[in-house]
């Protein structure tokens, strides 16, 4: 399994810029995505996680009513779609891929990472 993010980059704050996440290699709807983030200096944190049908989302405290998690089962892609960013959201921003299809927030739940995208925002 093989997962790739893109869409990263350099915004403002108040922008909104939307990840991607294809897996390769196996059966995307067997998975569920969760994405994390690790901002310079600190330890990775959870942001949002989809379970197999995408009935089923989570999100960290600081994400919630700003970020939307979502996937595309056709299209074998997960996106993150952020909004009103700011400063703190600034990181690297992984996807992740754990069998069963079930949703977690939990980072050793998720067997597969990919490489992680930059999101900067310059305060």
């Known amino acids: 399994v093989h997962l790739a993010e893109s869409g990263g980059g350099l915004v403002q704050a108040g922008d909104s810029l939307r990840l991607s996440c294809v897996l390769s290699?196996?059966?995307?709807?067997?998975?569920?995505i969760g994405w994390f983030r690790q901002p310079p200096g600190k330890e990775r944190e959870f942001v949002a996680s989809?379970?197999?049908?995408?009935?089923?989302?989570r999100y960290g405290d600081s994400v919630k009513g700003r970020f939307t998690v979502s996937r595309d089962n056709v299209e074998n892609t997960g996106y993150l779609q952020m909004s009103s960013l700011k400063s703190d959201d600034t990181a690297v921003y992984f996807c992740?891929?754990?069998?069963?299809?079930?949703?977690?927030?939990?980072?050793?739940?998720?067997?597969?990472w990919g490489q992680g995208t930059q999101v900067t925002v310059p305060s």
């Open positions: 992740a891929a754990a069998e069963w299809g079930l949703s977690s927030d939990y980072g050793p739940h998720y067997a597969h």
């Open positions: 989809i379970n197999w049908s995408g009935y089923e989302t």
């Open positions: 290699g196996d059966t995307f709807s067997h998975y569920a």
